[in-house]
């Protein structure tokens, strides 16, 4: 019998699956997709979520660009700050990413089957899903998760819908830092990812379709035409991902524990995702090994709270139009202040 059966094969499932390793237990990875997955997202790593892929994972993506801040633009206006004591961030491709984690599990012998954990019987000691058993099953399957539909633990989102669309372009980065981009209606984030490709993910409230013969990226990019008169020509497909605000009721049912975006999610705006996501793998873990898994619900709160609470911060300012507009240009005049939100992330 497994000690750890991982519904999920992205980053979060991984990571899971590398610390149980790491902590000598019996685990298996199930995942529907095969090989590298890719997926719609900014692909910049705060500092922490870098110092956690090195340190506690021994995980290094062949291919990272540093940046060394954040940097925000608006209409000639510029706000930006460094990550305190030097740190730095990695822009780094999601299949680089993925391919890395992928050959550290397969190093520690995480064993990784193709299919699909649908339904789950549960008994006093162990967990059955997908013909395996395990003394715990954590539900790793992503921001739409069919395990906590199927659980009942879905709640009804309380904000206005939020959508993010992703393309690549051959340009050589112009900044050390990530940028985002501020219209009345859409962020634009600029993330350099190799010496020659930057990303851009866009963050809006639907809806939105292409007119005039434009797909919705195409018209969501010309509401920033400084940035899109830099780039060149497209080197990804345009990807989608979304509605991001995910409720949930618990994270813990029975022996089902629930990590990454399954474990609840609100927006991308902070940049923490793949943090939060590594910090609840960390806790999950830490609860299997002391046998109380009921305790994985308080401790996913606590490491959340300043994630839910600054995000959900941001985003109520974003939807004040005055706010919106005002946001860059009176950070650009209170750098401070710009200092201490990015020192708060990168804690």
């Given amino acids: 019998m497994l000690d750890v059966l991982v519904a999920g094969g992205g980053p979060s499932g991984l990571a899971t699956a590398i610390l149980a390793r790491e902590a000598g237990l019996r685990v298996c990875v199930v995942e529907p997709r095969p090989g590298i997955i890719d997926k719609a997202c900014g692909e910049g790593l705060m500092p922490p979520a870098v110092a956690f892929?090195?340190?506690?994972?021994?995980?290094?993506?062949?291919?990272?660009?540093?940046?060394?801040?954040?940097?925000?633009?608006?209409?000639?206006?510029?706000?930006?700050?460094?990550?305190?004591?030097?740190?730095?961030?990695?822009?780094?491709?999601?299949?680089?990413?993925?391919?890395?984690?992928?050959?550290?599990?397969?190093?520690?012998?995480?064993?990784?089957?193709?299919?699909?954990?649908?339904?789950?019987?549960?008994?006093?000691?162990?967990?059955?899903?997908?013909?395996?058993?395990?003394?715990?099953?954590?539900?790793?399957?992503?921001?739409?998760?069919?395990?906590?539909?199927?659980?009942?633990?879905?709640?009804p989102p309380v904000r206005p819908k939020r959508l993010g669309v992703r393309q690549h372009f051959h340009v050589r980065p112009w900044s050390p830092f990530v940028e985002v981009h501020w219209s009345d209606t859409a962020e634009a984030y600029v993330t350099p990812v190799s010496s020659d490709t930057v990303g851009i993910a866009i963050l809006y409230h639907p809806p939105l379709d292409g007119g005039e013969g434009r797909t919705p990226f195409q018209r969501l990019l010309s509401g920033f035409p400084d940035l899109q008169a830099r780039l060149g020509q497209p080197a990804s497909a345009v990807r989608g991902a979304g509605p991001f605000e995910r409720r949930v009721r618990s994270r813990v049912a029975g022996r089902v524990l629930l990590v990454g975006d399954a474990a609840g999610y609100l927006d991308p705006i902070t940049g923490e995702g793949l943090r939060l996501g590594f910090d609840a793998a960390e806790a999950a873990i830490a609860c299997v090994l002391a046998d109380d898994l009921p305790a994985y619900e308080a401790r996913w709160k606590a490491l959340s709270r300043r994630y839910w609470w600054m995000t959900d911060g941001l985003l109520r300012v974003s939807r004040l139009a005055p706010a919106r507009r005002m946001m860059v240009p009176f950070l650009e005049q209170a750098p401070f202040v710009m200092r201490q939100v990015l020192g708060a992330l990168a804690i």
């Avoid at 822009?91 to 990784?112: I, K, N, P, Y």
């Fill in 53 to 155: 892929l090195r340190e506690r994972l021994g995980v290094s993506p062949a291919a990272v660009h540093p940046f060394r801040g954040i940097r925000y633009v608006r209409d000639g206006h510029v706000a930006e700050a460094d990550f305190p004591d030097g740190g730095l961030g990695w822009g780094v491709r999601r299949l680089a990413l993925h391919d890395a984690l992928c050959s550290r599990a397969a190093q520690l012998g995480v064993e990784r089957v193709e299919g699909r954990v649908e339904d789950i019987v549960q008994h006093a000691d162990h967990v059955q899903a997908a013909g395996l058993r395990a003394r715990v099953l954590v539900a790793a399957d992503g921001l739409r998760s069919p395990l906590r539909a199927r659980l009942g633990l879905d709640l």
